[in-house]
């Protein structure tokens, strides 16, 4: 990544320089250069030179000069050339590239520091202290959304993401492994769920573009201060868990949606089994038949209400009615108790 990038700065100031110019790394090998089949080549003699000493190095038509950074490792710029004129390049050049590495630093320290804050690596007594040394905004109104992605991609998430949001100084594309990306996104105060959807709509859309994958998103709830990112994370990452068994057509969920379901889901297994035991006294739920159950989940989304579901199935009302029964008889509730209704609800999310 740090390569590409002063490979890019080369590329843009050889248009205004005509001359060779280029960075190379503390083992002598040129990293970044106007003339890219020179990447590679190595040349220790100059990093010896700036070990000893922090003058300019003359030789071989080349002006080398060393880039202040405030890590130990040595950087250094070149110029073709041996007059004033290349003097001046390398000049301007090292403090050029001084300001793109001081960039990078602060910004791979920030993402690493906010990577570390979403999965609980650091102690809640360094967090503060740390978020004045790099300059963040200790509270400022953020959300974290986790993408998924349904299998393996050559295209980089972290780089389509990176083009949907490119504040880098507020906005944080983590990678979380092979498949998972988080963003952190700062979002204005007083910003409501439903503009975050629309947000994480978009995001999927792009992506799912530009990627050529299938993914999902899971949405956090909106949190106040950068201490509570690792909580976002995790009901972001819940949102997904949940998605997943409770609402396997949806491709964006949201933590703040999720209902019983994020219940049910943190539920023992053991405890599950209880339950479908003692509501399903005479049948168990797996001898409905595809079309009965297709029946009951119309019904509860027309509230229980008899003539709307048969009017939605297309299907007389006394159909419905024998079919209701059918299912009292079979597991023992009637449907159009609320009670009973609320009890087979969950019996068929757990």
Do not use: W
Not at 177 to 206: C, P, Y
């Amino acid at each position: 990544m740090q390569n590409r990038i002063f490979q890019n700065a080369c590329n843009q100031l050889k248009k205004d320089i005509n001359r060779k110019i280029g960075i190379m790394d503390d083992n002598g090998y040129i990293i970044a250069c106007s003339d890219e089949s020179k990447v590679g080549y190595q040349k220790e003699s100059v990093i010896s030179h700036f070990e000893m000493s922090s003058d300019d190095y003359i030789g071989g038509g080349y002006i080398f000069r060393k880039i202040e950074t405030y890590s130990k490792n040595i950087y250094v710029v070149f110029c073709e050339g041996e007059d004033e004129l290349a003097r001046g390049f390398a000049a301007f050049m090292a403090a050029h590239f001084s300001t793109i590495k001081q960039y990078y630093d602060e910004k791979y320290d920030r993402n690493s520091f906010i990577k570390n804050i979403i999965l609980d690596n650091i102690l809640p007594s360094d967090i503060l202290y740390k978020t004045r040394e790099l300059k963040l905004s200790v509270e400022a109104e953020r959300v974290v959304f986790l993408v998924r992605s349904h299998k393996t991609v050559e295209v980089s998430l972290v780089d389509v993401l990176q083009n949907i949001f490119p504040d880098t100084s507020k906005d944080f594309i983590i990678r979380i492994d092979e498949r998972d990306v988080a963003v952190v996104r700062e979002v204005k105060n007083g910003s409501d769920m439903d503009e975050i959807f629309k947000l994480a709509q978009e995001l999927h859309d792009t992506v799912a573009s530009e990627a050529m994958v299938k993914i999902s998103v899971g949405i956090s709830t909106i949190v106040e201060t950068i201490q509570e990112l690792a909580r976002a994370y995790r009901e972001a990452r819940i949102a997904l868990e949940v998605g997943k068994v409770f609402d396997t057509e949806k491709n964006i969920i949201s933590y703040d949606n999720l209902g019983i379901g994020r219940l049910i889901y943190q539920l023992p297994t053991t405890l599950c089994e209880l339950f479908l035991n003692e509501v399903f006294k005479k049948e168990s739920i797996s001898v409905l038949d595809s079309e009965t159950i297709y029946t009951i989940q119309k019904f509860f989304e027309n509230n229980l209400n008899v003539s709307e579901t048969s009017r939605k199935l297309f299907v007389h009302r006394n159909t419905l009615v024998y079919r209701l029964e059918k299912i009292k008889k079979l597991t023992g509730l009637d449907l159009r108790e609320f009670d009973h209704a609320i009890i087979f609800k969950v019996a068929m999310m757990v």
